[in-house]
């Protein structure tokens, strides 16, 4: 297994639209391993590929308190949204940036998993919060676009100013 290398805001590559996978073969369940590792070492309660600059739809979560329930989503759809609710919301894509963000208090999702076999699950709380966040990253959406443009700035002057190290 390997650790990947995280891509961080504003980096033009996480704009990029994910691509379904064609078929769950070994090459891709060595993408879902090394994905889980890179989140449980980051550590963080869910990765998208875009993340690791891999534009494939395949997503990595575990919201357990143990990190032992690993979830994987791979082609994931949204089949139903119910109701909305504001969460704090944070990124490993953006370190240290936490902001409130309104998404769907619940919603029904159907998926791929590491064998390549159909599941649906209907989702609540944090896994529903970070099932949006991941299939937002596969649309190349990263959740700091839901704040204000002025906020959107000083977000991206503060990552900036980071990598310049000051
Ligand atoms: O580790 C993460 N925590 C988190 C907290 C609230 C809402 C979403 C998340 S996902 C994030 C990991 C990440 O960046 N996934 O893309
Ligand atoms: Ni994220």
């Known amino acids: 297994m390997a650790i990947l290398n995280i891509l961080n ?39 998208a590929a875009t993340q690791v600059d891999v534009h494939l739809q395949i997503i990595v979560i575990d919201v357990s308190e143990d990190k032992n329930r690993l979830q994987v989503f791979i082609n994931p759809t ?3 949204s119910i109701g909305s609710r504001e969460f704090e919301e944070g990124c490993l894509s953006v370190p240290g ?52 443009p002025l906020k959107q700035s000083r977000i991206k002057n503060k990552m900036q100013k980071r990598v310049r190290g000051r």
């Open 9 to 47: 805001y504003p980096d033009p590559r996480l704009y990029t639209v994910a691509k379904p996978v064609k078929e769950v073969n070994k090459a891709i369940q060595r993408l879902v391993d090394d994905m889980a590792e890179t989140m449980y070492q980051a550590p963080g309660i869910g990765l």
């Open 78 to 80: 949204v089949k139903a």
């Open 97 to 148: 940036i936490y902001e409130q963000v309104t998404r769907a208090e619940k919603i029904i999702v159907e998926a791929l998993d590491r064998d390549g076999n159909v599941f649906v699950i209907e989702a609540e709380g944090i896994l529903s919060v970070c099932i949006q966040h991941e299939i937002d990253h596969l649309l190349g959406k990263v959740f700091v676009q839901y704040l204000s």
